[in-house]
C-alpha cells in the first residue's frame, strides 16, 4: 500500500534534518443509503489521503495531501520540514516522544458480512419496511427517514524509528427517524440512538442486530403519545439517564474533559478545554461505583483500533476509578510532557489531510451491581430521560445542561406518563457525585462522530453504558 511514495517521504525528511518522521497513508470508502420524504439516494465515495508529520530542531511540522505519485510526496515532506523549521525560530520548548516499540504488523477486525458487499436491494428493503411500519404506527407521523452506512477504512502508519503497520476496520450503522405534528406542535423519536447512525467495527449482523423494524413500531407509537404529552414542572429530582442518554453525559463530562491536550492548555478550540488540570489527578471525581475507561481494544466498538495515528498499540486505561479520577487520554508528546512512561495510544485523525489530535476511543461506564428494573423499582419520584437533543456546557466542562426527545415520570416505582423535552441542568462533580445506582444488564454500544480542532476533524467515537440514577438533579420541560 503505496510503500514506495512512504519511502520518498522518509527518505526526503531525513536528509532535510528531521529528527523524527512518520507517514500516514488512508483509504476509506463510505456508502450510505437513505430513505426519507423526498425518496431514496445513495452516496458512495472513496478517500485516498496523505499525511507527513515530522520533527526539525525541536517543533512540529505537518503537510497532507490528496495527490500520491512521487513528486507530489517529495514537496509535501519538503513544506512539512519548512512549518517546523518556522516554528522552532518561535517555539521555547522542544518536543520529546515517549519511547514505544518497534512494531512491524498487521490488523483486520473481525464481523461475518462485509457491509459495504451487501446488495443495495437489499438494504433498501430493509430500509423501507422500517419506514412503513413506523408510518403506520401513528396518524400524525408526517416526515421519516431511515440510513444506513456502511465504511472500510485502511491504513498504512510508517516512522523513522523503523515501525511499519497496516490496519484495516470494517464496519456500519443505521438509524430510523420519524416527526409527528399536529396544530404547529413537532416531536422527533429516533432508534436506536438520536445522535448519527449508532456506527461500530462489526459486520452486517450488527444492522440486523439492531432491528429497526420493530422499534419502527415502538417509535411511532411514542411519537403520538409525545403530541398528547404534558409538561414536566421544574424541580430537583432522582434522574434517570438510558444507556443512549448517559452516552452524552459520559462524552462531553468525562470524555473531553480526560483528553490530556486540553488539560495542558495545547488544545482549546471545538468545545474549550478542561477543568481536570494535571494537578486534579486524584480528586474525588464522582461517587464510589462510578468507575470509567477509555478502551480501544473492545471488540466492535466504535472507537476501537488497534493502533493509533502514532502507530501505537491502543488500549485500555482508567480515566476514573471508584469515583477517582486517575488517569488521561494521551499521545507520546503529552505523556511525555506529565513524565508517563507510554502513550495511552490516543492518537487520531480524521485524514491523512489532518493532524492526529488526542480523541476518545471507546470512553465506557463500567456496569454495576442493579438491574434496570430494580433502580425503577427503588425510585420514588423521579424522571426518566432518552435520546439526546440538546446540549449546553461551559468551556472548561464545569457545568452543563442537556435535554432528550423523550422522558417519563417515574411515581412510586412505576412509569407513569411520557414527558415532552425534557431538560436537566448540573454541575459536572456534583452531578457524578450524586450517582447511586448503574444498571448491570443492557450495557451496550452508543456511538458518536465527535468534533475537534481546527481546522475541524470529526472521528467515530463509542461508549458503552447502561441505565444509572443519579440524585437530587434540576430537571423540566421545554414549555
Given at each position: 500500500?503505496?510503500?514506495e511514495?512512504?519511502?520518498v517521504?522518509?527518505?526526503?525528511?531525513?536528509?532535510?534534518?528531521?529528527?523524527?518522521?512518520?507517514?500516514?497513508?488512508?483509504?476509506?470508502?463510505?456508502?450510505?443509503?437513505?430513505?426519507?420524504?423526498?425518496?431514496?439516494?445513495?452516496?458512495?465515495?472513496?478517500?485516498?489521503?496523505?499525511?507527513?508529520r515530522?520533527?526539525?530542531?525541536?517543533?512540529?511540522?505537518f503537510?497532507?495531501?490528496?495527490?500520491?505519485?512521487?513528486?507530489?510526496?517529495?514537496?509535501?515532506t519538503?513544506?512539512?520540514?519548512r512549518?517546523?523549521r518556522?516554528?522552532?525560530?518561535?517555539?521555547?520548548?522542544?518536543?520529546?516522544?515517549?519511547?514505544?516499540?518497534?512494531l512491524?504488523?498487521?490488523?483486520?477486525?473481525?464481523?461475518?458480512?462485509?457491509?459495504?458487499?451487501?446488495?443495495?436491494?437489499?438494504?433498501?428493503?430493509?430500509?423501507?419496511?422500517?419506514?412503513?411500519?413506523?408510518k403506520?404506527?401513528?396518524?400524525?407521523?408526517?416526515?421519516?427517514?431511515?440510513?444506513?452506512?456502511g465504511?472500510?477504512?485502511e491504513?498504512?502508519i510508517?516512522?523513522?524509528?523503523?515501525?511499519?503497520?497496516?490496519?484495516k476496520?470494517?464496519?456500519?450503522?443505521?438509524?430510523?427517524?420519524?416527526?409527528?405534528?399536529?396544530?404547529?406542535n413537532?416531536?422527533?423519536?429516533?432508534?436506536?440512538?438520536?445522535?448519527?447512525?449508532?456506527?461500530?467495527?462489526?459486520?452486517?449482523?450488527?444492522?440486523?442486530?439492531?432491528?429497526?423494524?420493530n422499534?419502527?413500531?415502538?417509535?411511532?407509537?411514542e411519537?403520538?403519545e409525545?403530541?398528547?404529552?404534558?409538561?414536566?414542572?421544574?424541580g430537583?429530582s432522582?434522574?434517570?439517564?438510558?444507556?443512549?442518554?448517559?452516552a452524552?453525559?459520559?462524552?462531553?463530562?468525562v470524555?473531553h474533559?480526560?483528553?490530556?491536550?486540553r488539560?495542558?492548555?495545547m488544545?482549546?478550540?471545538?468545545?474549550?478545554?478542561?477543568?481536570?488540570?494535571?494537578?486534579?489527578?486524584?480528586?474525588?471525581?464522582?461517587?464510589?461505583?462510578?468507575n470509567?475507561?477509555?478502551?480501544?481494544?473492545?471488540?466492535?466498538?466504535?472507537?476501537?483500533?488497534?493502533?493509533?495515528d502514532?502507530?501505537?498499540?491502543?488500549?485500555?486505561?482508567?480515566?476514573?476509578?471508584?469515583g477517582?479520577?486517575v488517569?488521561?487520554?494521551?499521545?507520546?508528546e503529552?505523556?511525555?510532557?506529565?513524565?508517563?512512561?507510554?502513550?495511552?495510544?490516543?492518537?487520531?485523525?480524521?485524514?491523512?489531510?489532518?493532524?492526529?489530535?488526542?480523541?476518545?476511543?471507546?470512553?465506557n461506564?463500567?456496569?454495576?451491581?442493579?438491574?434496570?428494573?430494580?433502580?425503577i423499582?427503588?425510585?420514588?419520584?423521579?424522571?426518566?430521560?432518552?435520546?439526546?437533543?440538546?446540549?449546553?456546557?461551559?468551556?472548561?466542562?464545569?457545568?452543563?445542561t442537556f435535554?432528550?426527545?423523550?422522558?417519563?415520570?417515574?411515581?412510586?416505582?412505576?412509569?407513569?406518563?411520557?414527558?415532552?423535552?425534557?431538560i436537566?441542568?448540573?454541575?459536572?462533580?456534583?452531578?457524578?457525585?450524586?450517582?447511586?445506582?448503574?444498571?448491570?444488564?443492557?450495557?451496550?454500544?452508543?456511538?458518536?462522530?465527535?468534533?475537534?480542532?481546527?481546522?475541524?476533524?470529526?472521528?467515530?467515537?463509542?461508549?458503552?453504558?447502561?441505565?444509572?440514577?443519579?440524585?437530587?438533579?434540576?430537571?423540566?420541560?421545554?414549555?
Amino acid at each position: 500500500m503505496f510503500e514506495e511514495q512512504v519511502k520518498v517521504c522518509l527518505d526526503v525528511a531525513a536528509k532535510m534534518g528531521a529528527s523524527y518522521s512518520d507517514v500516514r497513508v488512508n483509504k476509506i470508502h463510505r456508502k450510505m443509503l437513505r430513505l426519507d420524504n423526498r425518496g431514496s439516494r445513495v452516496f458512495n465515495d472513496v478517500d485516498l489521503t496523505l499525511g507527513v508529520r515530522v520533527i526539525v530542531k525541536g517543533s512540529w511540522g505537518f503537510c497532507g495531501s490528496s495527490i500520491l505519485d512521487n513528486e507530489y510526496c517529495k514537496r509535501v515532506t519538503e513544506r512539512a520540514v519548512r512549518v517546523a523549521r518556522a516554528a522552532s525560530a518561535v517555539n521555547k520548548s522542544k518536543v520529546t516522544l515517549t519511547e514505544e516499540p518497534t512494531l512491524n504488523e498487521r490488523y483486520s477486525n473481525n464481523f461475518i458480512k462485509h457491509p459495504l458487499k451487501v446488495e443495495d436491494q437489499e438494504i433498501y428493503d430493509l430500509l423501507d419496511t422500517a419506514v412503513k411500519t413506523l408510518k403506520e404506527s401513528g396518524k400524525r407521523i408526517k416526515s421519516f427517514s431511515a440510513t444506513f452506512q456502511g465504511f472500510e477504512e485502511e491504513k498504512l502508519i510508517v516512522t523513522s524509528e523503523g515501525t511499519c503497520v497496516q490496519q484495516k476496520l470494517v464496519g456500519c450503522g443505521s438509524s430510523i427517524q420519524g416527526w409527528a405534528t399536529e396544530n404547529g406542535n413537532m416531536v422527533r423519536r429516533s432508534y436506536p440512538q438520536s445522535l448519527g447512525l449508532n456506527l461500530a467495527t462489526k459486520g452486517y449482523e450488527w444492522i440486523q442486530e439492531v432491528d429497526l423494524i420493530n422499534n419502527a413500531t415502538r417509535i411511532g407509537c411514542e411519537l403520538e403519545e409525545l403530541l398528547d404529552a404534558r409538561c414536566y414542572p421544574q424541580g430537583f429530582s432522582d434522574l434517570l439517564l438510558a444507556d443512549d442518554m448517559l452516552a452524552l453525559q459520559i462524552h462531553e463530562t468525562v470524555g473531553h474533559p480526560t483528553e490530556l491536550d486540553r488539560a495542558l492548555d495545547m488544545e482549546w478550540d471545538f468545545a474549550g478545554s478542561t477543568f481536570l488540570t494535571p494537578e486534579k489527578v486524584g480528586l474525588k471525581f464522582g461517587s464510589n461505583c462510578v468507575n470509567v475507561v477509555a478502551d480501544a481494544t473492545i471488540s466492535g466498538g466504535a472507537g476501537s483500533y488497534y493502533f493509533d495515528d502514532e502507530a501505537v498499540k491502543g488500549k485500555k486505561v482508567d480515566l476514573i476509578k471508584d469515583g477517582v479520577f486517575v488517569g488521561y487520554q494521551t499521545s507520546r508528546e503529552t505523556a511525555a510532557l506529565l513524565g508517563l512512561s507510554k502513550s495511552s495510544g490516543g492518537m487520531r485523525a480524521m485524514s491523512g489531510l489532518h493532524q492526529p489530535l488526542v480523541r476518545m476511543s471507546n470512553i465506557n461506564l463500567l456496569a454495576g451491581d442493579w438491574t434496570r428494573e430494580e433502580i425503577i423499582k427503588d425510585t420514588k419520584q423521579g424522571l426518566l430521560i432518552t435520546a439526546p437533543l440538546m446540549e449546553i456546557f461551559d468551556q472548561r466542562r464545569r457545568t452543563f445542561t442537556f435535554s432528550g426527545e423523550i422522558g417519563w415520570r417515574i411515581k412510586n416505582g412505576e412509569i407513569a406518563g411520557v414527558v415532552k423535552e425534557p431538560i436537566y441542568s448540573g454541575q459536572t462533580l456534583n452531578f457524578w457525585h450524586n450517582c447511586d445506582a448503574i444498571a448491570k444488564d443492557g450495557w451496550t454500544l452508543f456511538s458518536s462522530g465527535c468534533g475537534k480542532g481546527r481546522p475541524h476533524q470529526t472521528v467515530r467515537v463509542g461508549h458503552y453504558c447502561s441505565l444509572a440514577r443519579f440524585r437530587n438533579v434540576l430537571s423540566r420541560c421545554f414549555e
